[in-house]
């Protein structure tokens, strides 16, 4: 799965949106992969109660958060969605993130082997959060992720 491709073809790129609580920020992250039917509602669901049981354990880097859940949860295809916020929210363990990745793999193979290793390469390089931030457009977003 590649991530460029994904979000191109799902059309689940969106930048300085609004979210008051990370609930919220959850909710707007994972809305693409819900309307393109990557994923189940109760996948969402189930994204929120794991991070009020366990924590954020999907906080990436400083800023930078993953929401994700087991495939049996509720995926039904690979996908991500990317957005930025106008503001951070607070996630329960007093981290501000501002980024969010949203993900769905349909099995830890897509996860580990493909998911991950393009996400930390595109967040390898400090400056790109600081690009990343300072998009006003899905396509500004695009051209970064190239």
């Not at 880097?61 to 969605?81: C, I, N, Q, T, Y």
Request: with cysteine; hydrophobic share 40%.
């Amino acid at each position: 799965m590649n991530l460029l491709d994904s979000l191109k073809e799902n059309n689940s790129v969106a930048v300085k949106q609004e979210a008051r609580t990370w609930e919220e920020a959850v909710e707007v992250c994972m809305r693409p992969l819900l309307e393109n039917n990557a994923v189940k509602r109760e996948y969402v669901d189930a994204i929120i109660a794991r991070t009020n049981e366990l924590g954020p354990f999907y906080i990436l880097a400083p800023g930078l958060a993953m929401p994700h859940e087991r495939p049996e949860k509720g995926v039904l295809k690979d996908g991500f969605s990317f957005i930025t916020l106008e503001k951070p929210v607070v996630f329960p363990d007093g981290q501000d993130v501002d980024i969010l990745l949203g993900f769905s793999a349909t099995s830890s193979e897509v996860h580990s082997n493909e998911s991950i290793p393009q996400i930390v390469m595109l967040f390898d390089d400090e400056a790109a959060f600081e690009k990343i931030r300072k998009a006003e457009s899905t396509d500004e977003i695009i051209g970064l992720l190239k």
